[in-house]
């Protein structure tokens, strides 16, 4: 079973169990479909079902069934809620979910390896990968510099030079 990180617990929230969370997705609804998360404890995955969900100032409040008092889940601030992944939302073609991408080596025209992607920057405009090599470089997720995107090669193939500068 695959697990990937959608956000983390912040802290907890008044007296009842619930939590502040921070989710990474750039679009709230998906976090209502979810009917399970996991989190990490001593080595092991623990299934976590929320029983309410509701978002304010950019922050969503979970509270989880079976946990009702603060004490319940003060373990969890700061840790990172999972999902399996073959609950995660399908994808139209040509879109990737962070985790698919993050470790790919990046290639250049000529198949050279320029770096390995580190983590991506969402922006307004467009995506940015943040690939590391001795010096970091930054390569906006635009058609004009990334030419594919292989997942079972583990590739990213780009071209120009601009953002190597």
């Known amino acids: 079973m695959k697990c990937v990180s959608i956000g983390r617990i912040v802290s907890t929230h008044g007296l009842k169990g619930e939590v502040k969370f921070l989710y990474y997705n750039e679009t709230s609804e998906g976090l209502y479909n979810y009917k399970t998360f996991l989190i990490k404890k001593a080595d092991e995955w623990v299934e976590i079902k929320p029983e309410r969900i509701r978002q304010q100032k950019g922050f969503f409040f979970i509270k989880f069934h079976g946990h009702d008092t603060i004490e319940k889940v003060t373990s969890f601030t700061n840790k990172e809620l999972f999902v399996k992944e073959e609950d995660l939302p399908p994808l139209n073609e040509d879109e990737y979910y962070d ?14 390896i320029i770096g390995i992607v580190d983590h991506i920057i969402h922006t307004k405009a467009n995506d940015i990968l943040v690939v590391k090599r001795e010096k970091e470089i930054l390569i906006p997720m635009i058609d004009i510099y990334i030419k594919s995107i292989d ?7 780009v071209e120009g030079e601009g953002f190597l500068a």
């Open 99 to 112: 985790y698919q991408l993050i470790g790919l080596n990046v290639i250049d025209e000529k198949g050279t």
């Open 151 to 157: 997942l079972k090669e583990s590739v990213i193939q």
